[in-house]
């Protein structure tokens, strides 16, 4: 299976009022997490994450590159 691509960026605020907000402006909240390492909140490009789950599905494999502290995460999607 390939691994997919996908700019990101740190986000400072979080709850319902400023996801929506990011979502109004064409962008999906999401998280990083996993054992042994700190949640990290991010912002992604709605169609950027739409366009991988059209061509690589649900299960792709996703290497998150984020561009504030040049850091890169190996993840999957998941749906909450």
């Known amino acids: 299976m390939e691994t997919v691509k996908l700019q990101a960026k740190v986000r400072s605020g ?22 042994e390492m700190e949640n990290v909140k991010l912002i992604v490009e709605e169609k950027l994450v ?15 590159e984020i561009e ?3 850091e890169e995460y190996n993840v999957l999607l998941r749906e909450t």
Do not use: E, M
């Open 14 to 35: 979080s709850g319902k009022g400023y996801n929506n907000r990011i979502r109004n402006q064409g962008y999906i909240p999401a998280v990083v997490y996993g054992k």
């Open 50 to 64: 739409d366009k991988i789950i059209a061509t690589s599905g649900q299960n792709a494999f996703l290497k998150i």
């Open 68 to 70: 504030d502290n040049q």
